[in-house]
């Protein structure tokens, strides 16, 4: 948290996305038998596979077990995750119309209810480790309600914000109010901070985003505008756009592989704090190159005046766990 505030403590922090999960012989064995959505939504489960890493590797912030489209589940969107494909909507949504049924639904205190609880069982756990919120930012959420699940380009998205504006600025709203209804739940419930995730940002231009999914990822974070948390903004492929989802309201910016942290953070101005930004596919390389690129990540992470070390995207599934221990081990020693 002092890191996300721009100091720098006397321990270099550091955590993985997806670190809850996926690589884990323990998640495997918790998680067996019960779908990915099912799982997120068992408070005890999803509590204990938020733990485990925490657990194994010393890291120093838990990020809650959870996934992007819990909130659209949650408001009644068929929606479920398919083994090796990821999000699938039973229909895509991509007519006035599809979106205007969609907003007849809303999120309560009562439907978010089982991710409230995941949280405080959590955080009664962790002690003084703290605890991250995680959200998917609206554009994404979008993009797979009108794609239908995942895409490459996201050319059907990308189309209706030009085509139908006005149904593409009322779908964001929507998906704006549901993810910080789901981010601000998870706050309110115990989470020290709130990660917001627009997985498919970088397929935008600068001004696409300006202009059709800045407003929508400004309104999700002013859910917890009031509630006195560091915000973080992180997407792939996004070193065009690190300014522009700075000034959605984030005071932290996430910054994937493909950019170098000192150019990213020179690119944000040189006074927010940057996380990030280790590539994954070097988890799987010999240790020695593996470590001199860490090493390369910290000094450039100084650039910034608070760096909280990350991967510049998720655990990769076929990751050794004792990889990832080990690697704690070296960031707190730098």
Not at 275 to 289: K, R, T
Request: charged share 20%; proline share 7%.
């Amino acid at each position: 948290m002092r890191a996300y505030s721009g100091e720098r403590p006397e321990q270099l922090p550091v955590w993985f996305m997806r670190q809850a999960g996926r690589s884990l012989p323990e998640y495997k064995a918790a998680r067996a038998g019960t779908a990915m959505l099912d799982a997120c939504l068992q408070p005890e489960l999803a509590s204990e596979i938020t733990l485990q890493p925490v657990r194994r590797h010393g890291v120093d912030a838990a990020i809650f077990f959870s996934d992007i489209v819990v909130p659209l589940k949650l408001a009644g969107v068929d929606v479920e995750i398919k083994p090796g494909v990821g999000p699938v909507m039973g229909a895509p949504v991509r007519t006035a119309d599809d979106v205007a049924r969609l907003r007849e639904h809303t999120l309560t205190a009562a439907d978010l209810e089982p991710v409230s609880q995941g949280v405080a069982l959590t955080v009664a756990e962790l002690g003084s480790t703290p605890l991250i919120g995680f959200a998917g930012a609206p554009f994404t959420l979008a993009a797979y309600l009108v794609e239908g699940g995942p895409s490459r380009d996201h050319l059907a998205a990308r189309t209706l914000m030009h085509a139908d504006p006005d149904t593409w600025r009322a779908l964001t709203e929507w998906t704006a109010d549901l993810t910080g209804a789901f981010l601000r739940a998870q706050v309110l419930a115990g989470a020290s901070a709130a990660q917001l995730f627009d997985s498919w940002a970088g397929s935008l231009s600068l001004a696409d985003y300006q202009a059709h999914v800045a407003a929508g990822s400004a309104r999700a974070l002013s859910h917890v505008a009031d509630l006195g948390v560091r915000k973080v903004h992180f997407g792939t492929g996004t070193g065009e756009l690190l300014a522009a989802m700075r000034e959605v309201g984030a005071d932290v910016v996430g910054v994937d592989y493909r950019i170098p942290l000192d150019e990213a953070s020179r690119r944000i101005g040189g006074s927010t704090p940057v996380q990030g930004n280790i590539d994954p596919a070097l988890l799987s390389a010999p240790w020695s190159v593996l470590e001199a690129h860490v090493r390369d990540v910290v000094e450039r992470g100084r650039s910034a005046p608070g760096h909280v070390v990350n991967l510049g995207h998720g655990v990769p599934p076929t990751t050794d766990p004792e990889v990832l221990t080990r690697l704690v081990g070296l960031i707190h020693s730098l």
